[in-house]
């Protein structure tokens, strides 16, 4: 079946009773009855504007959500991407996720922060014990064939799945927005945990009524934006519970929702903005909780979806993802590759892109190295990105010493009588933690 991955909760459950005393202002004039807990809506921002309608879909790749509860039956624009079951013991986390994000004004129980979002739901729960990998991933290939989306995954492990990784790029290279809990082992040394420590993820904190990071939140430098983790209310199998509601719920299983649904929210109202844009919008607006800048513990800060709403977009990264030559060669992690940067018809290119440790650490590139030329790359970034050449027999960025010193070039390479493919590679300098740079290649004769 596969290895299990913990579900990210990090306290115990506890049924329904009284939440925060903060309250969170109307959104509409129906108020749904335990509105008055959720906090976390003034918290994020999500009370000051309404939020819009069905647009830019969010995916819960999770345990089973149950659809007889009152927050889902009949719930418009909802779609049950597999059976769901929920009778489990360890069953009852998607249902929660799934209302935290979207829970419809209905009158009933809460109210989710995008509660007009379209929603589509999961299962990687297979067997009452919870999400499995194999399972997990199927989900997300599926949610990738809805992309450009926004994928949830509010789970974790200390040992990183290829296959998942795998998933995780394809998803970002149709268009989607992955985001994933940053797990809940700030007390025991905050081990890295996947997914959230890949880049390309976009890993969420958990913070507390007070806006601090919560002591539970794993500290990480993936670590994008913090978002409330703590006293949460959230619908639960009615298997589990008869009401249909526990509070007091704390991790960031509950964090990574509320930022994927304003995720989806921002970018339903900025529908031409990229994932990656969205992404960036999202750290540029958090408000800063911490040391000033970035930390590891809350990221660019706590989510703030008014300000993400009207910020300025970073340019496009475009060919994302491609970190290594397996997400840029035909016929290999992706079929269709990358086109080359340069060619046998426009043996000369030029492309602007980004770099950030965490999130987007390399960029590499195809090119063409034409018959009885030298083809030479530059950088232009200030300083803070360099380029290197790798030859044509190069399988990865991190091989052996012997392959390396077969296909490490430098700056320039040449070819004789016959041309070939080769690779660039752009990566940091050390000088900045980011870089915007622009990549210049040039064919010319000895």
């Known amino acids: 079946m596969g290895r299990r991955f913990f579900a990210a909760v990090a306290l115990a459950l506890v049924v329904c009773g009284p939440a925060s005393a903060a309250v969170a202002h109307a959104k509409s004039a129906l108020d749904d009855p335990l509105q008055a807990q959720e906090w976390w809506l003034t918290a994020v921002g999500a009370d000051i504007t309404q939020a819009p309608g069905p647009g830019v879909p969010i995916t819960i790749v999770d345990s089973g959500t149950d659809p007889t509860h009152p927050e889902f039956a009949g719930r418009p624009n909802t779609t049950f991407l597999n059976d769901q079951t929920v009778i489990g013991p360890e069953e009852y986390h998607g249902t929660i996720v799934a209302s935290v994000a979207a829970?419809?004004?209905?009158?009933?129980?809460?109210?989710?922060?995008?509660?007009?979002?379209?929603?589509?739901?999961?299962?990687?729960?297979?067997?009452?014990?919870?999400?499995?990998?194999?399972?997990?991933?199927?989900?997300?290939?599926t949610a990738a064939e809805h992309c450009p989306g926004v994928i949830n995954l509010s789970f974790g492990g200390s040992q990183p799945d290829d296959s998942m990784h795998e998933a995780i790029l394809t998803?970002?290279?149709?268009?989607?927005?992955?985001?994933?809990?940053?797990?809940?082992?700030?007390?025991?040394?905050?081990?890295?945990?996947?997914?959230?420590?890949?880049?390309?993820?976009?890993?969420?904190?958990?913070?507390?009524?007070?806006?601090?990071?919560?002591?539970?939140s794993t500290n990480s430098p993936a670590v994008d934006i913090a978002a409330p983790g703590v006293s949460i209310t959230g619908a639960v199998p009615l298997s589990r519970d008869p009401s249909g509601y526990q509070s007091n719920l704390s991790g960031t299983s509950f964090s990574?929702?509320?930022?994927?649904?304003?995720?989806?929210?921002?970018?339903?109202?900025?529908?031409?903005?990229?994932?990656?844009?969205?992404?960036?919008?999202?750290?540029?607006?958090a408000h800063d909780i911490g040391p000033p800048g970035f930390d590891n513990a809350s990221g660019w800060g706590l989510l703030n979806i008014p300000g993400a709403l009207t910020a300025a977009p970073p340019a496009v990264d475009p060919d994302e993802p491609n970190?290594?030559?397996?997400?840029?060669?035909?016929?290999?992690l992706f079929q269709a590759g990358e086109p080359p940067l340069t060619s046998v018809q426009q043996p000369n290119g030029k492309i602007s892109a980004s770099l950030d440790s965490?999130?987007?650490?390399?960029?590499?590139?195809?090119?063409?190295?034409?018959?009885h030329r030298t083809v030479r790359v530059k950088v232009t970034s200030g300083g803070t990105a360099a380029a290197r050449i790798w030859g044509p027999k190069t399988i990865a960025m991190d091989e052996f010493l012997?392959?390396?010193?077969?296909?490490?070039?430098?700056?320039?390479?040449?070819?004789?009588?016959?041309?070939?493919?080769?690779?660039?590679?752009?990566l940091l300098t050390g000088s900045s933690s980011s870089a915007r740079y622009t990549l210049s290649v040039k064919a010319s004769r000895h």
């Open 256 to 285: 990574a929702p509320i930022v994927a649904a304003a995720a989806a929210w921002v970018w339903t109202l900025r529908p031409t903005l990229t994932a990656s844009q969205i992404a960036g919008v999202l750290r540029s607006s």
């Open 171 to 216: 998803a970002v290279r149709h268009g989607c927005l992955v985001v994933a809990a940053a797990g809940n082992s700030g007390e025991s040394g905050s081990p890295v945990t996947y997914p959230a420590a890949w880049p390309h993820v976009f890993t969420v904190a958990a913070t507390d009524q007070s806006g601090n990071v919560a002591s539970f």
């Open 402 to 426: 012997a392959a390396r010193r077969r296909d490490l070039r430098g700056q320039s390479i040449t070819a004789t009588k016959k041309g070939f493919a080769a690779y660039v590679e752009v």
């Open 323 to 332: 970190d290594d030559i397996d997400e840029i060669k035909p016929g290999d």
């Open 103 to 141: 829970a419809p004004e209905n009158g009933v129980g809460i109210v989710g922060v995008y509660p007009n979002a379209a929603l589509q739901l999961y299962d990687a729960s297979p067997t009452p014990q919870g999400i499995v990998d194999l399972a997990a991933v199927d989900g997300i290939l």
């Open 358 to 371: 965490a999130e987007d650490p390399i960029d590499v590139y195809r090119i063409w190295v034409p018959a």
